[in-house]
């Protein structure tokens, strides 16, 4: 993982974390980065100091959770994901095909869910079609 300072068109400076560089690359490509303050999908890096450090306690201002924050966190996303479950059907792999039969009206409407490539995703953007790709764990941390 990578933390990127970023700021948007209109100045504001927020951080983000990212897979790699690359995963950065592709989200600001697709506009999948907004600026938490403004919503803003111009964005860039913001310039960045390198610094080297042996251990979290060395990094001032580091973004590191308690295990109180880190248990609450992952019971949010457990939540999420079970309100998703629950409540949207799961497609699959057909969830390119799905979505654009019920964004061009082939389909009655209906929440769904499945997987899709970046480069599916991308499409599906492209085309007006509405969809939101989250950052669901596969499995219940305890």
């Known amino acids: 993982m990578i933390l990127f300072d970023l700021h948007c068109a209109s100045g504001h400076v927020f951080e983000a974390w990212f897979r790699d560089g690359a995963a950065y690359d ?7 980065i907004a600026c938490p ?3 803003s999908r ?3 890096k913001a310039p ?3 610094a080297i450090l042996s251990s979290a306690a060395e990094r ?9 924050e880190t248990g609450e966190t992952m019971r949010l996303l457990q939540a999420l994901k079970s309100e998703i479950e629950t ?6 792999e057909n969830l390119p095909e799905e979505a654009r039969k019920i964004h061009y009206g082939e389909k009655e409407p209906e929440n769904i869910r499945g997987q899709a490539s970046f480069r599916e995703v991308k499409s599906m953007w492209e085309e007006g079609i509405s969809l939101l790709p989250l950052p669901i764990p596969a499995k219940k941390i305890n």
Do not use: R
């Open 42 to 44: 111009e964005i860039g």
């Open 48 to 50: 960045m100091a390198p």
């Open 87 to 92: 409540h949207f059907k799961d497609v699959g």
């Open 26 to 32: 592709e989200q600001v490509v697709c506009g999948q």
């Open 37 to 39: 303050h403004c919503a």
């Open 60 to 68: 001032p201002g580091a973004a590191a959770l308690s295990d109180t």
